[in-house]
């Protein structure tokens, strides 16, 4: 990339990042460009698409919950691995208002798997999945969950926490009645 691709590039997802975080992922794709100094047809050469941008956006939280499945793989409590990790996958999801509802479509949007937000939702359920088999090997979570369905649900409960900002604990009060069914 040319250094004035490279530089409207990361202008772009500046700017995206704070109209995300102010407004949610349906934030003008418009002001963005205009916030970035450059037009709409820049914005759509760097990201064909909206969900190409809010994948570039999310990359860097995607890989801070990865590299925390891998640190957690090796606790010695593997039920407790697993739900710290489903709270970071919360708390990830509930940062940007959309965020929850956008990763819930791409987990059930068979024609969209190519798409790039469903591209980084792939190696979350691997890391998600890693935890959930040694909770599961362990005895501490019963056979059967399946960890699309738990991500689903933090996802879930991501938007329902969305929803009530009034309540900052409804999110960990929703988390710890799920995971009192995950138990054998």
Request: aromatic share 4%; hydrophobic share 45%; with cysteine.
């Amino acid at each position: 990339m040319r250094a004035d691709a490279r530089r409207n590039h990361e202008r772009l997802l500046a700017e995206a990042r704070a109209a995300f975080a102010a407004h949610g992922t349906d934030a003008s794709l418009e002001d963005v460009a205009r916030r970035a100094g450059v037009g709409i047809g820049t914005l759509y050469r760097h990201f064909p698409h909206r969900q190409d941008l809010m994948s570039a956006v999310f990359e860097d939280a995607v890989g801070a919950l990865l590299a925390r499945s891998h640190e957690l793989l090796r606790a010695d409590e593997p039920c407790a691995a697993l739900v710290t990790w489903l709270r970071a996958v919360v708390a990830h999801a509930g940062e940007y208002r959309g965020l929850a509802r956008a990763l819930m479509a791409v987990s059930y949007d068979r024609g969209g798997e190519g798409s790039a937000l469903a591209r980084c939702s792939g190696p979350i359920r691997e890391a998600g999945g890693a935890l959930l088999a040694r909770a599961q090997e362990s005895g501490a979570v019963r056979p059967g969950v399946a960890i699309g369905d738990l991500l689903q649900l933090t996802h879930a409960i991501a938007l329902a926490a969305e929803e009530t900002p009034d309540d900052p604990e409804l999110a960990d009060r929703l988390l710890r009645l799920t995971l009192r069914g995950l138990k054998p």
